[in-house]
């Protein structure tokens, strides 16, 4: 086989491997780099770090193609968002900071535990608390909710973070309100820091975080995330560069593969029901919290670890 064909057929591999991570990444709302770093490594034969830089390049690409599809769609809760990815990014520099005072060992076993016990409360949630309303009355009803003399108002009032989104089986608009957000800065914080730790994205973390604390509908947390995690890659994407790790050749076509992934993922979330989305992440929470178990003990499954 000549080099030329051999060329194609590994760059074609690279976009249909990104292409199937970014669309199940961006259904999740979670970082595809979880996904493509290990398949990069193990079956592409790639060095870590030049996997690493790719991820990166897919991650931003699968927040930038699935954002368009969750706005028009108003599944993005933008403002909480932006509220959201401060507690992060200050979660992620203080990791920076302390990265090498950890074990990684112990680390990876304090991940493994937390996603064991988000997956457990994933699970246990089998319902999503919110109020289905038409679309003219979704504002009226939040606020009438919100209001009472003796009733204080909460974080999400205040801050105009409560909202609604469309759901296509009942052909309503579901509202609903944000509570928590004391512990879902908290959560958020935590999340920055163990991803930042290990070189990970915090996706598959902010989503429990805002599903059991913050109290959203599986469908608002995996679009915000989708949102958010484009925005924690950027930062980081300029250092990779810099160093020569993101290798055009390779970027290129995971880039290409992920922006179609992300818009079929996006589909795919829309159409899905909220109990299927959440067994799915739940069972996704589970296997990655093997891996995580597996490398707290020294057993690699998918080569050298990030």
Sequence with gaps: MSGAAFDLHYTLWLFAVSLGASALGGMLGMASGIFIVPILTMFGHLDIHVAIGASIVSVIACSCGGAAPFLRGRFTNVRL???????????????????????????YFIFGVILILSAQQMLARRADPAITVNAATTAGALATAGAGPSRPRSWGASLQLDSSYPDRV?????????????????????????????????????????????RLPIKVSSATSNFMIGVTATASAGAYFLRGEIVTAIAGPVALGSVAGAALGARLLMR???????????????????????????????????
Excluded: C, W
């Design 272 to 306: 899905v029901s909220n109990e299927r989305l959440r067994v799915l992440f739940v069972a996704v929470l589970a296997l990655l919290a093997v891996q995580m178990l597996l490398e707290a003990f020294g057993i690699h499954l998918f080569g050298a670890s990030a």
């Design 170 to 214: 009942s052909g309503r608009d579901i509202a609903y309100r944000v509570q928590r957000i004391p512990l879902g800065l908290s959560l958020m914080y935590g999340a920055g820091l163990i991803s930042a730790l290990l070189g990970i994205g915090s996706g598959v973390l902010k989503i429990p975080a805002m599903d059991t604390a913050l």
């Design 81 to 107: 968002a932006v509220v959201l990815e401060t507690a992060t990014t200050l979660g992620a520099l203080s990791g920076v900071l302390l990265s090498g005072l950890v074990p990684v060992t112990a680390l």
